[in-house]
């Protein structure tokens, strides 16, 4: 009787302990303590090695385009968020110089751009339709915050024919991200 007790215990406390683990919504945590920095990213991605890019990708097994990135740029130690623009402002910029650049062959349309506040820092969330050289259609999803001098910027992606799918998720994730 006493055995049957101790393993119903320690299968209630296994299951409440995986309960506690998991992040729910099919959302895993992703966190560097070295840059400052996290995010929830969907269940099922595998981070991806880069060298001279993001300093952090990760990109679905199945869906192998969409992807999830972190871009960390240098900015001046006392400039703020605001100090470079508005939302507006610094979507347009991040369109034409890293989700669209000059000569790829990308078109970005910013199709929102809001503010948001957190635990006393200024995120920029933003959302993007892209048409590819090809003519392939994405939507993305960017959140960029300023901390310690730097500049970071989460970007989420997917092809248009999926996004309504995944909406939810990825709104998700750009909300989760975290600087400090």
């Known amino acids: 009787m006493l055995k049957k007790i101790v393993a119903l215990c320690l299968v209630a406390i296994a299951l409440t302990l995986t309960g506690c683990v998991s992040v729910g919504g099919g959302l895993q945590s992703f966190v560097d303590t070295t840059d400052g920095y996290e995010f929830l990213y969907p269940n099922g991605w595998l981070q991806v090695k880069v060298y001279d890019g993001p300093d952090v990708v990760f990109h679905d097994l199945v869906e192998a385009t969409e ?19 508005t939302p507006t402002e610094v979507g347009y910029k991040l369109s034409k110089n890293a ?11 910013l199709v929102n751009a809001e503010a948001r506040e957190y635990k006393t820092k200024t995120y920029y969330q933003l959302e993007y339709a892209v048409k590819l050289a090809d003519g392939r ?39 989760s991200f975290f600087v400090y």
Do not use: C, Y
């Open 99 to 109: 989700i669209a650049p000059k000569d790829s062959g990308r078109k970005a349309e």
């Open 67 to 85: 992807n999830v990135s972190v871009v960390i740029s240098p900015v001046l130690q006392e400039k703020t968020l605001t100090d470079l623009g």
């Open 137 to 175: 259609e994405r939507h993305n999803l960017a959140s960029v915050a300023v901390s310690r001098g730097k500049l970071f910027t989460m970007n989420i992606s997917t092809t248009e024919k999926r996004w309504q799918k995944v909406h939810d998720k990825f709104q998700q994730a750009i909300n």
